[in-house]
């Protein structure tokens, strides 16, 4: 089979084309076209077929796991197929690792060393109970995070463009140091012992309950990552389309209510919006495919993301 592989210009990336077997996947495609062009590695590759000019329809993503005689409309003697470079990559367990990384290292600086004379202080400072407690319960959760990247998350995506690292790194460490340097703060005045108690008890729950959903979300893929769109079950799914999210953001809501700053509750803002968008999205996926109609399922009616509010 020859296989005719162009950019969206037109502009064909391999001349001549490629010769292969009839029996041949996506993914020898792919290898195929790294062993000719020796830079675009698989895993930045993203193949589709062609799409008629004019036509607003989305092209259909080559699966790696396919035949190419699949895609070939009957014809396997020739196909052709339009490449784009999705640029440097890196596995997300790597992207997350890094992401989350910063914040454990970050935030015990500002909690046991003397960072606060180089911004002016020259007091002595007290430490109270709650940024201490407060210390324990920053570090569990990102040590809890990195841990579920590499034994628990299952991903349907291998890879993450390389530049998302930078950007998540910007937006986790520079958050974590906003925060670490007002909990931390030798002018830092505590909640009451009864309102911390109840801050970092409704969060540690939160926390339990965030790792209890990962693990039914684990469940519903395969472990190659594979297993495509499925209505989650069980806990808090059975009321919350996003409940992993959900117990992420009200565990931010105890932490804040533990430690009372202006940097945590912007955290907490920001985050509760980026989680809140990618719920709805998800939210509307799952009612798209779940329509009930030629035998699927139906979504059953949920919360989308923050009962009582969403």
């Known amino acids: 089979m020859k296989v005719t592989v162009v950019s969206r210009s037109g502009r064909e990336v391999i001349k001549g084309g490629l010769e292969l077997n009839d029996s041949a996947t996506v993914a020898d495609l792919q290898e195929a076209i790294y062993k000719k062009t020796k830079k675009y590695y698989p895993s930045r590759q993203r193949l589709t077929l062609p799409v008629p000019p004019g036509s607003k329809e989305k092209p259909i993503v080559l699966s790696c796991k396919k035949s190419i005689k699949d895609y070939s409309d009957g014809n396997s003697s020739s196909i052709t197929i339009m490449f784009k470079d999705l640029g440097p990559q890196v596995s997300y367990r790597t992207l997350f690792f890094f992401e989350y990384l910063g914040p454990l290292i970050i935030y015990p600086i500002f909690y046991n060393f003397p960072v606060y004379q180089y911004f002016g202080y020259k007091g002595e400072r007290v430490i109270h109970p709650v940024q201490t407690y407060a210390l324990y319960y920053w570090c569990f959760h990102y040590f809890k995070r990195i841990m579920e990247t590499f034994f628990v998350h299952r991903f349907s995506h291998a890879t993450s463009p390389l530049s998302n690292v930078f950007r998540n790194c910007a937006y986790y460490w520079t958050f974590g140091t906003y925060i670490a340097y007002h909990v931390n703060h030798p002018l830092y005045t505590p909640v009451s012992d009864l309102q911390m108690k109840i801050g970092f008890g409704f969060g540690l729950a939160c ?53 009372q700053t202006v940097a945590g509750y912007v955290f907490l803002v920001v985050a509760a919006l980026i989680m809140t968008n990618w719920a709805l ?23 989308v993301i923050l009962p009582p509010f969403l």
């Open 207 to 259: 926390q339990l309950a965030n790792f209890y959903c990962h693990i039914l979300l684990k469940n519903l893929r395969s472990p190659d990552g594979s297993g495509g769109y499925q209505i989650p079950r069980g806990f808090l799914f059975n009321i919350v389309t996003c409940a992993n999210y959900t117990t992420e953001i009200y565990q931010w809501v105890g932490f804040n209510i533990a430690t």
């Open 281 to 303: 999205g998800k939210h509307r996926r799952l009612k798209k495919l779940f329509d009930g109609k030629e035998g699927r399922p139906k979504y059953p009616r949920r919360w």
